[in-house]
């Protein structure tokens, strides 16, 4: 090919790379035709091509609020209003956005705002609404005393950092916050959360100490001050606070959904479903955190036909919630007092200095009624500081789907059945079944990071089983084990010399 012929593929390639317009423009058509699933995709796309597209950002707040989702629209269509403020329908939709998260005195603003640019637009009529609304007598004297509309929006993009893993971003933020708004109690307990998040465990609960002196009887403080002596088994400590808690007889429904959501994490499941489905019975339709406690806590508390109708809501607004249900794995299994079910083992095993007992850990993790806490705990596991390895088992118990077209997840696959054998048999896992699984995940480590295929997983669950109880006792045959796997003892003694080159003493 010359170098003219060149020239003219790499142009017309690059005339084909789609941008934030093209998949725009794809959204509105998906729009039309009512797709609302593929226009989210499109305009999700759109935004991170041309994040700076203030048409685009407002399209995409306008299908955020059709979806409720009302603090992300809210943020959207400040940064379409920042890059351009003279749209008049991005400052009507702060005006209706503003409205619905409850911040009047700026709907008023935006709304006003609005009638001045264009008196006979098109939202003229409802930005009159918006106006005579929050100009009402009760309306502004609600207002008086609530945080400036800044500090609110603010506040929420603090949260948001803090769910992205940014806590030293929200600690320099919600600082700031406080410091121009030393009433707004709502940031301080969030600051406080964020030192927790970042290892200050003593200044947050200084700072919640100083909120509950300030602001007697405040129940997020309580709650937040309950939840960091259950992480740091403060186990009096914590028992004074429960004992407080339960005492506790909220009106406000928020009140109420802090108070529930606290009780399920601690563990406290009678409690936690007497505040979560007492909202649910008021009509109260929460986001997917609601459902997550009220499912956990009413299983737990033996309501299983609740659980499960609360799991079915969650998952229809958050499908990857799928494989989380609280009676995985199997309901039989939940209460065992096996070593899978043991917060303190798999929490020795995840941050263990050998990579073998970390996997095994891992690998637990995903058998254990515990992983639900022990994954959502900031500092338990750093997923940046995992090995490849680690990752893989990780992923594994949490449910992720491998292709079986790279050899190498195809190994992985195949390790992970030798291992599901061993484990059906030895479930729930005594102290001594432990000491196998160990011996069989250092071999794990050591094949896979010389690329071992697995081939025979029953074979290979046979051998290492062979291995380990013919290390501690003389009546032990091949032919027991061959039989009880369904494999023949020139097959066993084949995958037994196989792993034994995987054992430390033969390393080379």
């Known amino acids: 090919m010359n170098n003219k012929s060149k020239k003219v593929l790499k142009e017309n390639i690059i005339s084909f790379l789609p941008n934030g317009e093209y998949y725009y423009k794809k959204a509105l058509d998906e729009l039309q035709k009512e797709q609302y699933e593929k226009a989210h995709k499109y305009l999700k796309r759109a935004v991170d091509l041309s994040p700076n597209d203030p048409l685009i950002l407002m399209q995409y707040a306008i299908l955020q609020m059709e979806l409720d989702k009302f603090d992300f629209a809210h943020e959207l269509l400040r940064d379409a209003h920042e890059i351009d403020p003279n749209e008049a329908e991005i400052v009507f939709l702060l005006a209706e956005v503003s409205a619905h998260l409850g911040n009047f005195m700026e709907a008023n603003r935006f709304a006003r705002k609005y009638l001045e640019m264009d008196i006979h637009g098109e939202y003229t009529e409802e930005a009159m609404e918006i106006v005579d609304f929050t100009e009402q007598e009760d309306i502004e004297s609600l207002q008086m005393d609530s945080p400036s509309s800044e500090a609110l929006f603010l506040q929420e993009k603090s949260r948001r950092l803090m769910e992205q893993g940014k806590f030293q971003e929200a600690v320099e933020l919600l600082e700031s916050i406080i410091t121009d708004n030393p009433d707004f109690w709502a940031a301080y307990n969030n600051l406080a959360l964020a030192y927790f998040y970042i290892g200050e465990e003593e200044q947050a609960k200084a700072l919640l100490h100083q909120v509950l002196h300030e602001n007697r009887g405040n129940i997020h403080a309580l709650c937040n001050l309950a939840v960091i002596h259950y992480y740091e088994k403060n186990t009096e400590e914590l028992e004074e606070m429960t004992d407080f808690l339960s005492k506790i007889n909220p009106y406000f429904m928020e009140h109420r959904y802090k108070l529930g959501a606290t009780f399920a994490l601690i563990g406290k499941y009678e409690e ?237």
């Open 272 to 508: 936690a479903y007497k505040w979560l489905r007492s909202l649910q019975r008021k009509g109260f339709e929460g986001d997917p955190g609601f459902y997550f406690w009220l499912s956990h806590s009413a299983y737990f508390a033996g309501h299983e036909e609740v659980s499960r109708n609360a799991w079915k809501a969650l998952l229809k607004l958050d499908p990857e919630k799928a494989g989380f249900e609280p009676w995985l794995p199997q309901i039989k299994e939940m209460h065992g007092n096996g070593s899978e079910h043991q917060k303190d083992f798999i929490l020795e095993k995840v941050q263990n200095k050998h990579v073998s007992e970390r996997i095994f850990g891992f690998y637990l993790l995903g058998k254990s009624k515990h992983r639900q806490e022990i994954i959502s705990h900031p500092k338990w596991i750093v997923v940046e500081e995992l090995t490849t390895m680690e990752k893989l088992f990780l992923a594994q118990s949490l449910g992720h789907e491998f292709s079986e077209n790279s050899v190498a997840e195809k190994a992985f696959l195949r390790a992970i059945a030798a291992t599901d054998l061993l484990y059906e048999k030895y479930k729930p896992l005594s102290q001594p079944a432990t000491y196998l699984f160990q011996m069989w995940f250092m071999l794990v480590e050591r094949a896979l990071e010389k690329g071992y295929g697995f081939k025979n997983p029953k074979a290979l669950a046979a051998a290492t089983e062979y291995m380990f109880q013919s290390s501690r006792s003389k009546n032990v045959t091949k032919k027991q084990y061959a039989e009880q796997y369904g494999i023949t003892t020139s097959t066993l003694t084949k995958y037994v010399n196989e792993l034994i080159q995987f054992l430390p003493l033969f390393d080379a």
